[in-house]
């Protein structure tokens, strides 16, 4: 009996000892989730915080509306615009050479570079003259011919008109002719013998010559080549954009800076058509004074027009689309205006109200109307040109 009555009493121990074990859970699930829904004062205080956006501080630049002058920059090179062959005109040997006639050596118009045996051509000179002389006494001759011919028909045909035949007027016409030819001929020795001192007619620098003490030259070959001072040019491509700025561009003033120096410079002419494969034009300028060295690479600053009641900005004004960003009461507002084009100081653009400044970089996240507060301290504070 007692071995039957022992389960019978552990039944009730088991299910009371289950009972208990899902109440403790179920009252752990039911605290976890009242603890996880309690406020947090420092969550709370932190989300608060974080639904007041903070002001942008913004630089701002104040612009003073003037005349500005539109300049355009371009990247040029020196060059020669043509260059010249040194070619004799008539064929000797060289007995003399000038210190100018060597590469990099620079000469004066009609200074003597170098000459060319002459006994040659001043041979050939006086045969010439003695050539024209022994012409002029044939004409003498037949002259005195004539005369006489006249007088002995006048005597023997009074108050006839004496004929041509007998007045030797054919003979008289072909010894004038000789005559003629005997005086070109000592025109063309008397050039030939000038000729052999070689010369140019312009001041120039030498780039090429081949010409030394007893080489022969050959007329019409070429020995070397120099170019003239007055052909060194600034040649300087151009989008067709600027060069509608610059418009008219002949006749514009310009910078010309090479690593050591600054040249004025002027715009001669501009090219005819533009480069088939870059689509741009060229400029030539004419450099004011002593030009620098050709093949040297420039940097080319041409002066355009005037725009009167404009705004010279800096570049960091502009923002998206062509436009900037003014602060006016607090608050961004957007400003379109008509840009005129860029210098190397900054981008002029029609005046516009600039409210309390132009905006200087970029705002993450601008829009309009957006609160701004401006740095007082900030590079954008002054006023003044950029």
Do not use: C
Request: glycine share 8%; hydrophobic share 45%.
């Amino acid at each position: 009996m007692s071995d039957l009555s022992e389960p019978a009493s552990g039944k009730p121990k088991r299910r009371w000892a289950g009972t208990t074990q899902v109440v403790v859970v179920i009252t752990l699930v039911l605290l976890a989730l009242l603890y996880a829904r309690a406020p947090d004062n420092d969550n709370t205080a932190l989300q608060i915080g974080a639904g007041e956006d903070p002001k942008p501080l913004v630089n701002v630049y104040h612009p003073v509306a003037g005349a500005n002058i539109l300049t355009v920059a371009a990247t040029g090179s020196v060059d020669v615009r043509n260059r010249v062959a040194l070619t004799p005109q008539v064929t000797g040997r060289v007995v003399s050479i000038s210190p100018s006639l060597r590469v990099g050596g620079t000469f004066a118009a009609g200074e003597q570079l170098l000459v060319i045996d002459r006994r040659d051509f001043q041979l050939a000179a006086e045969a010439a003259e003695a050539d024209v002389d022994t012409a002029a006494s044939d004409l003498k001759l037949e002259q005195a011919k004539s005369d006489a011919a006249r007088a002995n028909y006048d005597l023997l045909h009074p108050d006839e008109e004496v004929p041509a035949l007998v007045a030797r007027v054919p003979q008289i016409a072909q010894a004038e002719a000789r005559l003629a030819a005997a005086r070109a001929r000592e025109r063309v020795a008397a050039l030939d013998l000038e000729r052999t001192a070689f010369s140019l007619p312009f001041d120039g620098t030498v780039t090429r010559t081949s010409a030394e003490v007893g080489q022969l030259l050959t007329r019409g070959v070429s020995f070397g080549e120099v170019f003239a001072a007055d052909a060194i040019e600034v040649v300087a491509p151009i989008s067709a954009d600027n060069l509608k700025r610059l418009n008219p561009a002949v006749g514009r003033r310009a910078r010309i800076r090479d690593p050591y120096r600054a040249f004025d410079a002027v715009v001669e002419t501009v090219s005819a058509e533009l480069d088939s494969r870059t689509r741009f034009a060229t400029l030539y300028l004419k450099v004011t004074g002593e030009p620098p060295v050709p093949g040297t690479f420039v940097d080319v600053e041409i002066e355009g027009p005037v725009f009167a009641d404009t705004f010279l900005l800096p570049d960091a004004a502009e923002q998206a689309n062509d436009r900037v960003w003014v602060v006016a009461n607090g608050e961004l507002r957007a400003v379109t205006t008509p840009a005129y084009g860029r210098t190397a100081d900054g981008w002029i653009t029609q005046a516009f109200d600039p409210g309390d400044g132009v905006v200087l970089g970029a705002v993450p996240g601008a829009t309009e109307g957006q609160a701004v507060e401006i740095n007082r301290a900030g590079p954008g504070a002054g006023t003044g040109t950029p």
